[in-house]
């Protein structure tokens, strides 16, 4: 019963998910024409006018582009190498939109919206069991999130490749994206994070547009403070309570020390005990709730 329910919550969300793909595919893509532009004409355009790269990095990021400086990553980047350039879309707030708007809307609508609808009493009125139920949502994650990672990567894999990178004699220009399938470990961390605390505040909720609209609250409060805490050092010390401070694929990729560094796994464990502590704490709750009569 329960991989029938999984195979009935996969062709319930075939629309979001095909959308959600494409756009993580699309954006990475799009992000590689970014970049060709940047370092292939841009930097070399400046660098002919006697700019030199820290010349435009300090007009650049000076002032309010601090907070641009700070989106792409910080002062470690690069911007007239491509590898560097191209780590950008792995924590542009555009992908962590595209991740976090699948994340919690999915989760938002796996309780909440079926009590919501008031079909949760249909549905357990079969011979399914609450645990089953999550289960079968997990399940539905474990299958979603690697598909996500897998065509985010492939959107790097072939822009890197349509625009020439792979193949560039210039150190600068070259790009293995092979480097970024390190980094694919924390995209599947922050959606289970995002996904496993929303699917704890919809287990116990029964109004899907609420337990939405305070799950975006959340996740943009810690954010704002993620960001924040990266320009103004008394909100440092509140970074560490945010899931985005452990989000770092982009360190992963220009660090270059992969799975020896021991960064690498303390962020990809926290994020990936958040998901499961929402998870464990979703099934406790629901197992324990009384279903609301539907109205």
């Excluded at 700070?70 to 911007?79: D, H, P, W, Y």
């Excluded at 360190?251 to 958040?274: D, H, K």
């Excluded at 502590?277 to 099934?283: D, E, F, K, P, V």
Aim: hydrophobic share 55%.
């Amino acid at each position: 019963m329960t991989f029938v329910l999984v195979r009935k919550i996969l062709r319930d969300l075939r629309l979001g998910l095909f959308v959600t793909l494409t756009l993580v595919f699309l954006f990475q893509m799009l992000w590689a024409r970014v970049t060709a532009r940047i370092v292939g004409h841009l930097i070399q355009q400046f660098g002919q006018l006697g700019f030199g790269i820290d010349q435009l990095k300090k007009i650049a990021f000076e002032g309010e582009g601090r907070v641009i400086e700070t989106l792409i990553g910080g002062e470690g980047v690069s911007i007239d190498r491509a590898t560097d350039m191209m780590s950008v879309a792995l924590v542009h707030p555009m992908t962590q939109l595209i991740l976090c708007i699948w994340a919690v809307g999915r989760a938002s609508g796996a309780i909440a919206g079926e009590i919501d609808r008031g079909t949760m009493e249909l549905l357990l009125s079969q011979p399914i069991r609450r645990t089953q139920v999550i289960l079968a949502h997990f399940l539905v994650d474990c299958v979603a999130i690697p598909l996500i990672c897998v065509l985010m990567w492939s959107g790097i894999w072939f822009g890197t490749w349509l625009l020439g990178f792979q193949s560039a004699a210039n150190p600068k220009l070259f790009v293995d994206p092979y480097r970024f399938l390190l980094a694919m470990p924390s995209v599947a961390g922050l959606l289970f994070a995002v996904g496993g605390l929303t699917m704890w505040v919809s287990a116990a909720g029964r109004s899907r547009t609420r337990v939405l609209g305070f799950a975006v609250l959340v996740i943009l409060l810690q954010f704002l403070i993620n960001v924040i805490g990266q320009m103004w050092p008394p909100m440092e010390a509140w970074r560490p309570w945010t899931i985005f401070r452990w989000y770092q694929p982009q360190a992963i990729v220009l660090n270059g020390s992969g799975l020896s560094n021991r960064e690498t796994y303390l962020s990809w464990g926290i994020l990936f005990g958040i998901g499961l502590l929402g998870w464990t704490l979703a099934t406790l709750r629901f197992r324990r709730r009384d279903l609301p009569a539907p109205l």
